[in-house]
């Protein structure tokens, strides 16, 4: 055991002596979320713990902040412009991915925006130094419904008429018919994540699904959703995402990581057959 006289100061220790900055044996996430989401950093991390827990592999959260406060156009509008932004910050993290976890912001923007919003972000973290690979929820979730080979979906939203409205123009703009959108009619964004996801299988049962190919039971990343997934999918029968797993699925696809995260329906447990699409 050293006295005191042999210890080291800690002004004295060199970069050789100090510790790795970077924990090899943990995955860093990078999210970029509105200023007033309350769901994104509690849903990814229980997911996540289930993939920890069926694979032994761990995951670290690491999130940048873009202020909206009510779901409106405008200032979803002005959410984007502060993107950049937020990759930088959250690059600096080191992180390995970077999902960009605002839908409705990228959507606004009209069909097809979130290849450049995550073109965007990429040269972003790359230009700080730490590229990283890069989702978006809205991205995320037209490649999953075309991954899974569904042509026709059946939708619920929180939003406003003309923003669910919007949310269906992209999803159909990306090639996918929507038979059915409920809109929940919340703007304010902190309200939307205190929705009971308890209702929302009676919610889905009201929906027109006939003919549909998969339900999205939640077409946003604050409206609260996880506890409800496998429950309406075992009843319905048919595929069941949601903004949040959708983000997953892909943040694990650039990650390499094979799904195996139980109770959240069959995207994430490995139970579906997804093509590889961008």
Do not use: W
């Amino acid at each position: 055991m050293s006295n005191r006289d042999d210890a080291v100061p800690t002004e004295l220790v060199t970069a050789e002596q100090a510790a790795e900055p970077r924990r090899r044996d943990v995955t860093r996430v990078g999210l970029i979320v509105p200023s007033s989401n309350t769901t994104m950093e509690t849903e990814l991390p229980e997911l996540f713990a289930r993939q920890t827990a069926a694979t032994g592999r761990r995951y670290t959260f690491h999130s940048a902040r873009a202020s909206l406060r009510n779901v409106t156009r405008e200032e979803l509008l002005a959410m984007v412009d502060q993107a950049a932004d937020c990759a930088v910050a959250v690059s600096d993290a080191d992180v390995d991915v970077i999902a960009y976890a605002c839908l409705v912001a990228v959507m606004a923007q009209g069909p097809g925006a979130h290849t450049a919003s995550e073109e965007t972000i990429a040269r972003a973290a790359a230009d700080n130094g730490h590229p990283a690979a890069v989702t978006s929820s809205a991205g995320a979730l037209v490649r999953v419904l075309h991954g899974l080979g569904a042509q026709r979906v059946a939708m619920v939203a929180p939003y406003l008429k003309p923003l669910t409205a919007m949310v269906s123009d992209y999803i159909e703009g990306s090639g996918v018919s929507v038979l059915d959108a409920a809109s929940l009619e919340v703007a304010d964004n902190l309200a939307v994540g205190c929705l009971d996801p308890a209702q929302l299988p009676g919610i889905a049962r009201g929906l027109q699904r006939e003919g549909a190919d998969a339900i999205v039971l939640s077409a946003c990343v604050q409206m609260p959703s996880l506890p409800a997934v496998q429950a309406v999918e075992d009843e319905l029968g048919i595929p069941v995402i949601t903004a949040a797993t959708a983000t997953t699925y892909e943040i694990l696809r650039h990650l390499g990581h094979e799904p195996a995260i139980p109770g959240a329906g069959g995207l994430l447990s490995g139970a579906f057959a997804v093509a590889a699409t961008r």
